[in-house]
C-alpha cells in the first residue's frame, strides 16, 4: 500500500473509530491543557508587562534618557551638554530620617526632590491635585512635600501636617497617587517623600561625601530615533570620558524589573514543564489503556491483513486530534492570563500591563505540549504496532511485550532531547535552565530505578502470614502493577514541592533565627566627618555594651577591567550585578574583621605605592579576575585605576559591613566621603533600640539610621509572598502528578477486576481486599515520600549553600508532611478506585475467562 493511500485511509478509519467519544482521554486532555496553559500563560503574562514597560518607557523613565550621577551634581559644562540636547528635569535621591516636629517619633523615608520641570511626561497625581508651587514652595515657614498613604499612617499624620527633615520644616500638603517615574527609581524599603530641590537643599541633608544620586531626565526634540539616542550615549561618552554617569534610555527604563519579570517567568516556565513532563505519564498511561480496550479492534486489523505500520499510523492520528484539543484548551487558559493578570496586577505593579494575545508566548506552550505527547506516546504505540493478532486474541496485553523497535525508541528519544534543548534555548539564564532540565531528566530516570527498586523488594520480602500484606506485596511486584507509574507521577510533583518548602523554610529560619542573631542592631549612614566622634561618643553612652563598627564610604562605578570597557566584557550572569551601577567602596589599612584572605597579599599600614584594591573572591571568580589585574573605578567623577593586590572570602550572610572592593588608603587621599557604622549589641531590648534611634535622629538629623530588624521584616514578607506565588506554580505539576495517579490507577481497573473476581471467587472478602489494596497504595506511597525527600533535600541544599551561600539545615516538619501528603493521595486516590472495583458484578468477568 503506497504511503499516501496508507495515510488517508488511516486518517478516515481513525475518525470514524473516535465517534465513540473521548472516554479515557479525559485526564490525557487535562494533563496536556495544564502544562501549556501554565507556559503559555506564564510567558504571555512577561510579555504583558515588558511589553507596558517598553510602550511606556518615556513615562517610566521620565524622558527620552536619563543621566545619573552619585555623590554629586553636573559640572557646568556637564550641564550645558545636557541642556543642549533639549528640556531637562533634574531630581535627586537619598535616604534619609523624617521626624516629628516634637521629636516623638521618626521614620525612614525615600527622599526624591523635584525641580518645577518634573514630570517631563505623565502627570504626579496627588490628592489633592496641587501645582508644583502650591505642593513644593516655602509658605507659612514651610517648604511643602507630598508622600503616598503609608507615610501618614506610619506617623499618624494628616494632610497639613508638619514633619522635620534635616534641619528643616516640611508640610505635608497632599497624598501621592500616582508618581509616573517610579519604577525607574528603583526599589525602596521605605516610603516616598516628595520635596523640591530648593527644600532638600535647605533641609542641609546634603553634604560633600552624602549618598544622593542625582538624575537628570530630558526630553529630546520631537521625532527623535533611538538611533539619535545611541549617537548621545557615544556623544556622552567620546566627550566627558570620566564623567562616571549611568545612562538609559526609554528604551531600558527599568532594566531591573524587566530583568525580574524575566527571571520569576524562565522560573515558572520551568515549572510548568515539569508539570508537563509529569502529564506525559498521564499520556503514556492513558495510551496504553486507550489500546488495551481496542485489543479486540487491532487484533481484527491485523487478521484482515493490516500491517504494523498501518495500524501504528491509525492511533498515531487518533493521538495526535487528541492531543490538538487539549493544546487548544490550554492555549485558550494561557490566552486569558494576561487580561486576567492586568485587572490583578494594576494596583501591584507600578507599570501598566497590556491585556492581549502574544502569539509568540502561546506557540511555545503549544510546541512543548506536542513534544510531550509524542515523546510519551510513541512508546506504547510502537509495542501495539509489534503485538502478533494471536496474542491479541489470547487476551495478552502489551504489558510483556518489552521495548518497541528502535526507531520507535530513537524517535521518543530525540524528541525528548528536543524538548530540553528547546527548554534551555527559550530561557534568559541557560545555565540555570540547563541544570533544571538536567535535574528533571536525573529525577525522571531515578524515579523509574526506584518503581523497578520497591517491586524487586517486594518480590524478595520474606513471607508474611498476613493474607492482606502477602497480596498486597504480589499486587506491587506482579506484571502490569501500578508501581511505576505511581512511583513517577507522584515523586516529580513531591519533590518539586519537598525543594520548594526546604528552600522557602531555610531563608525564614536564617531572616527570623541565626541571621537575626548574627546580625547588628542598627546601621548608620551619611554620618560626616566633622561629626563622627561625636556621634560615636553619642552611641557609647546609649550602648555601653555595643559594639560600633565604622568604616568610610564612598560610591563608585567599574568603568574598565585591564583597560577593558566593562560593557564590552562578556560576564556570566550571576556576576554581572558587580559592573551594573554603582557600589559602595572603601579604604583600609588592615584586613575587614569578618573576611579572610583568599589569595595575594595584603599592603603595609603605612603603604604609599600604586593604588591597590582587595577585591571580593566569589564575585572575582564570577567576573573573571585574578591577581594582578587592573580595574578601573569613577568616584566624583574621576577614574582611579587600581591594582588588584588580592582576594577576599566575604561573610555576606552575615550581615556586617561588607565591601566588594576595599582599596588601599592612598587611593583616595582627600576626597570627601562620608562614614556608615553598625551597632551590634546583644543586650539592647526593643524599647532601648527605639531610645538610640530616637536620639541618633535628634543630635544628628542627617544621618540615615535603618533598624535591621525592622529591614528583615519587609525581606521576610517579601519572601512570603514570592513563596505564595511560587507554591500556587507548582501546586500546578502537584495537580498533574495527582491527575497522572488518578489516570495509572483508572488504566490498572481491568486488571484489578479480574483479580478483584476471582479472589471473591475463590474466597476472598471485601474487608480482605480492602486491606491489601490500601497496604499496596501506603506501601507505594511510603517509597515515593522518601524518594521525594532524599531528592528534595539535595536539590533544596544545593540551592542554599551552593547558589545563596547559606548554611542549610533539613527541617522535619517538611518530611512529615510530605510523607502524609503522599500517603493521603496515594491511599485516598487508590481507595476511590478501588471501591467500585470491588462491587463489581462477577459473572461478566468469568465469562469472558
Known amino acids: 500500500m503506497r504511503t499516501g493511500r496508507m495515510l488517508d485511509l488511516a486518517v478516515r478509519f481513525s475518525l470514524r473509530e473516535m465517534r465513540g467519544g473521548l ?7 487535562t494533563c496536556i491543557a495544564l502544562g501549556v496553559a501554565a507556559i503559555g500563560g506564564v510567558n504571555s503574562v512577561a510579555r504583558s508587562i515588558t511589553s507596558g514597560v517598553a510602550n511606556e518607557g518615556q513615562t517610566l523613565l521620565g524622558g527620552d534618557i536619563r543621566f545619573e550621577l552619585v555623590h554629586r551634581q553636573a559640572s557646568d559644562a556637564e550641564a550645558a551638554f545636557l541642556q543642549d540636547l533639549g528640556t531637562v528635569a533634574e531630581s535627586a535621591n537619598m535616604r534619609s530620617m523624617a521626624r516629628l516636629e516634637d521629636g516623638s517619633d521618626q ?9 518645577g520641570a518634573y514630570p517631563l511626561y505623565g502627570a504626579l497625581g496627588t490628592t489633592p491635585s496641587l501645582d508644583h508651587e502650591a505642593l513644593f514652595g516655602r509658605r507659612d515657614g514651610a517648604f511643602g512635600a507630598a508622600a503616598p498613604q503609608l507615610l501618614f499612617d506610619r506617623l499618624g499624620l494628616e494632610p497639613g501636617s508638619r514633619l522635620k527633615l534635616g534641619g528643616e520644616v516640611f508640610e505635608l500638603r497632599a497624598v501621592i497617587d500616582d508618581e509616573p517615574d517610579l519604577v525607574s527609581d528603583g526599589f525602596g524599603f521605605a516610603p516616598r517623600l516628595m520635596v523640591s530641590m530648593p527644600g532638600l537643599e535647605a533641609s542641609g541633608l546634603v553634604q560633600p561625601g552624602s549618598l544622593v544620586e542625582y538624575a537628570y531626565k530630558i526630553r529630546l526634540p520631537a521625532g527623535s530615533s533611538e538611533t539619535d539616542i545611541t549617537r548621545i550615549q557615544e556623544r556622552a561618552g567620546s566627550e566627558f570620558p570620566e564623567a562616571g554617569w549611568s545612562i538609559r534610555s526609554r528604551a531600558n527604563a527599568a532594566p531591573s524589573l524587566s530583568a525580574n519579570i524575566e527571571r520569576f517567568s524562565q522560573f515558572l516556565t520551568l515549572v510548568g514543564l515539569t508539570s508537563l513532563v509529569v502529564g506525559g505519564v498521564g499520556v503514556a498511561n492513558a495510551v496504553r489503556a486507550y489500546l488495551e480496550g481496542k485489543r479486540a479492534v487491532i487484533a481484527t486489523f491485523k487478521s484482515l491483513g493490516a500491517s504494523g505500520g498501518f495500524v501504528f499510523a491509525v492511533y498515531l492520528v487518533q493521538i ?13 487558559l494561557a490566552a486569558l492570563m494576561p487580561f486576567a493578570a492586568s485587572a490583578a496586577l494594576s494596583g501591584v505593579l507600578p507599570v501598566p500591563t497590556r491585556g492581549a494575545i502574544y502569539w509568540d508566548a502561546l506557540g511555545i506552550g503549544a510546541l512543548f505540549g506536542l513534544l510531550v505527547t509524542f515523546a510519551f506516546a510513541l512508546l506504547p504505540l510502537g509495542r501495539a504496532r509489534d503485538v502478533p493478532a494471536t496474542a491479541l486474541f489470547r487476551e495478552m496485553g502489551f504489558d510483556n511485550s518489552g521495548l518497541p523497535r528502535l526507531p520507535y525508541v530513537a524517535a521518543a528519544a530525540a524528541i525528548g532531547l528536543l524538548l530540553a534543548g528547546l527548554a534551555v534555548w527559550f530561557s534568559t539564564d541557560r545555565s540555570i535552565a540547563a541544570i533544571f532540565v538536567a535535574a528533571t531528566a536525573f529525577s525522571f530516570a531515578v524515579l523509574r530505578l526506584v518503581g523497578r527498586l520497591v517491586q524487586y523488594l517486594a518480590r524478595r520480602s520474606p513471607r508474611v502470614r498476613s493474607t492482606a500484606l502477602r497480596l498486597a506485596l504480589g499486587n506491587i511486584h506482579r506484571p502490569g502493577a501500578l508501581t511505576p507509574s505511581v512511583v513517577l507521577s507522584l515523586g516529580l510533583g513531591l519533590t518539586l514541592l519537598v525543594t520548594l518548602a526546604l528552600v522557602d523554610g531555610n531563608m525564614r529560619s536564617q531572616i527570623a533565627g541565626s541571621l537575626t542573631e548574627r546580625a547588628p542592631n542598627f546601621f548608620f549612614v551619611d554620618i560626616q566627618n566633622t561629626e563622627v566622634e561625636e556621634f560615636a561618643s553619642l552611641i557609647q553612652d546609649l550602648a555601653p555594651e555595643g559594639k560600633l563598627v565604622r568604616v568610610p564610604m564612598l560610591r563608585g562605578r567599574m568603568m574598565e577591567i585591564n583597560g577593558v570597557d566593562v560593557r564590552e566584557i562578556e560576564v556570566p550572569p550571576e556576576g554581572r550585578w558587580v559592573l551594573r551601577g554603582d557600589r559602595g567602596i572603601t579604604y583600609a589599612r588592615n584586613i575587614p574583621e569578618n573576611a579572610t584572605l583568599a589569595g595575594g597579599e595584603w599592603w603595609p599600614e ?19 579576575l585574578e591577581l594582578g589585574d587592573t580595574i578601573t573605578v ?8 587600581a591594582r588588584i593586590a588580592n582576594f577576599r572570602n566575604v561573610e555576606w550572610e552575615s550581615l556586617g559591613i561588607n565591601f566588594v572592593m576595599v582599596f588601599s588608603p592612598n587611593t583616595f587621599a582627600g576626597a570627601p566621603h562620608a562614614w556608615l557604622a553598625t551597632l551590634l549589641d546583644r543586650s539592647s531590648t526593643a524599647p532601648e533600640e527605639a531610645r538610640i534611634l530616637n536620639e541618633v535622629t535628634r543630635a544628628f538629623p542627617a544621618v540615615t539610621t535603618v533598624r535591621v530588624k525592622d529591614a528583615l521584616d519587609i525581606v521576610n514578607r517579601l519572601i512570603g509572598q514570592l513563596a505564595t506565588a511560587i507554591r500556587a506554580a507548582a501546586g500546578v505539576a502537584l495537580i498533574a502528578s495527582v491527575l497522572v495517579l488518578s489516570g495509572a490507577l483508572a488504566a490498572g481497573n481491568r486488571a484489578r477486576i479480574h483479580d478483584a473476581v476471582v479472589l471473591k471467587t475463590l474466597g476472598a472478602t471485601r474487608r480482605t481486599l480492602m486491606a491489601a489494596f490500601t497496604l499496596e497504595y501506603m506501601l507505594i506511597g511510603l517509597a515515593t515520600a522518601i524518594f521525594a525527600l532524599a531528592a528534595g533535600g539535595v536539590a533544596a541544599w544545593f540551592v542554599i549553600s551552593r547558589v545563596m551561600g547559606l548554611p542549610a539545615i533539613f527541617l522535619p516538619e517538611v518530611a512529615v508532611s510530605t510523607i502524609v501528603v503522599a500517603l493521603v493521595l496515594t491511599v485516598g486516590f487508590g481507595l476511590l478506585g478501588t471501591w467500585r472495583v470491588l462491587g463489581h458484578k462477577a459473572a461478566p468477568v468469568l465469562r469472558n475467562l
Open 23 to 29: 472516554s479515557g482521554f479525559l485526564i490525557f486532555i
Open 107 to 115: 521614620t525612614l523615608v525615600e527622599v526624591k526632590a523635584v525641580d
Open 320 to 332: 495526535a486530534i487528541i492531543a490538538a484539543i487539549g493544546i487548544l484548551a490550554g492555549l485558550v
Open 606 to 624: 603605612d603603604y604609599s605605592g600604586e593604588p591597590l584594591v582587595s577585591f571580593s573572591a566569589e564575585e572575582g571568580r564570577e567576573i573573571g
Open 634 to 641: 569613577n568616584v566624583l567623577g574621576r577614574n582611579v585605576t
